[in-house]
């Protein structure tokens, strides 16, 4: 065998160093591209209050918090908007998310639908206004409206999308669909849209969801569940059959890269029950 000289033994790491790093950073691109986001949803009343959400998220190895805010026309205060999401942004990992949702309809009603429509405008506001305020972060995702069940759904959903991009925002955004409303594509140019649907499984079964989940995967459709519990009626209601399903589902979700975040409503309202019920998130 003829022997290497010194020049060429360099040469020779330095090629075998360039095809590990280009090696590895594809593998570090493949698995970012399937990152599940999960954590919880709510409303925090303080930022002491949001300290102890994220405590508790770290404790399980979370990622992602979905922040909501009833909007203005309901008679809503958005004046904490900025505070809460900068606290949660600088108390947290750089891989964590945070899901800001200004227009929290409820409830999902046709009335609550009519009525946001009329103050469409204050809609739109709401979304550019966090777009602006964050532009192009890749830790802040903005859903466009919570529980709005109109037919018209997907025709603004699609619009607004337009509007974003039109405008030059990368962020993330996502949106979820009601139950009479079959899922649909949204078209967005560089792919950074999200759907979810909102299952409570005290009205829902698991194989319904499941069935559905995969449904609009098999149509392309990236899925962030922003809303995800035992029981629609809160706390006070949790059975531990509830949860038991409930964590089925989120395993089966977890392993199939959609993400889902836990209603725990006010602060940690919910979660002392979810505990004491063997509540079990991944990873």
Not at 178 to 191: A, E, F, H, L, Q
Request: charged letters at 15%; proline letters at 4%.
């Amino acid at each position: 065998m003829k022997n290497i000289t010194l020049p060429g033994m360099i040469l020779v790491l330095f090629l075998s160093f360039t095809i590990f790093s280009s090696f590895t950073g594809q593998i570090n691109i493949a698995s970012a591209a399937t990152t599940a986001f999960i954590g919880f949803s709510g409303n925090p009343t303080s930022t002491s209050q949001l300290q102890k959400i994220i405590d508790v998220m770290k404790s399980y190895g979370l990622n992602t918090y979905r922040i909501g805010f009833t909007p203005q026309w309901e008679g809503g205060s958005q004046s904490n908007v900025a505070t809460y999401v900068n606290y949660y942004l600088t108390h947290t990992p750089s891989n964590w998310y945070i899901i800001v949702d200004r227009n929290h309809l409820h409830p999902p009603t046709e009335a609550g639908a009519s009525l946001a429509r009329k103050y469409w405008s204050t809609v739109r506001s709401n979304i550019f206004s966090t777009l602006s305020t964050w532009k192009n972060n890749p830790r802040v995702i903005v859903e466009l409206i919570n529980e709005y069940v109109s037919s018209d759904f997907y025709s603004r959903m699609q619009t607004l999308v337009n509007e974003i991009r039109s405008a030059g925002y990368t962020n993330k955004v996502v949106f979820n669909r009601w139950y009479t409303v079959s899922w649909k594509v949204v078209n967005d140019p560089i792919g950074q849209t999200y759907q979810g649907f909102h299952a409570y499984f005290d009205s829902c079964t698991l194989s319904n969801i499941e069935s559905s989940m995969k449904t609009a995967k098999s149509m392309g459709i990236k899925l962030l569940n922003t809303e995800i519990g035992a029981d629609c009626k809160e706390y006070k209601y949790f059975s531990s059959s509830e949860v038991k399903t409930l964590n089925s589902f989120l395993s089966w979700s977890y392993g199939q890269g959609i993400g889902n975040l836990i209603w725990i409503n006010y602060d940690l309202s919910n979660w002392q029950t979810y505990k004491n019920l063997g509540i079990n998130p991944p990873p």
